[in-house]
């Protein structure tokens, strides 16, 4: 792993991309303190983790939905469920109150 700080980004950004395209991971530091890590989009696990990661949350902010969901991460509906349950992400989300008043129309 290679490591290199904000200032040397700033002046030679060529560095990363040199360190990028031989498939490197890169430590970046701010004062000496790790910031980040930086590794090139064709490494197998970043892919898979980042993609993820990214349709994860999309679905949680109700970006896209449980069938966009399972089609990005080629499951099927109920190992996306499954996966959600691992991650705490509700499949459903709604206010209690339309439960409450659901449950009111059905009594009256």
């Known amino acids: 792993m290679q490591t290199v700080g904000i200032r040397d980004l700033q002046t030679n950004p060529a560095v990363l991309t040199h360190w990028l395209e031989n498939k490197e991971f890169v430590m970046i530091t701010k004062r000496g303190k ?43 509906k109920t190992q996306t469920m499954k996966l959600l349950a691992i991650h705490n992400i509700p499949i459903t989300e709604y206010p209690l109150s339309e439960d409450i008043k659901g449950i009111k129309n059905f009594l009256s």
């Open 34 to 76: 790790p910031l980040g890590v930086a590794t090139s989009f064709e490494d197998d696990i970043l892919k898979h983790g980042f993609l993820e990661s990214m349709v994860l949350l999309a679905f949680e902010r109700g970006d896209i939905s449980l069938g966009q969901l399972s089609k990005s991460l080629q499951l099927t």
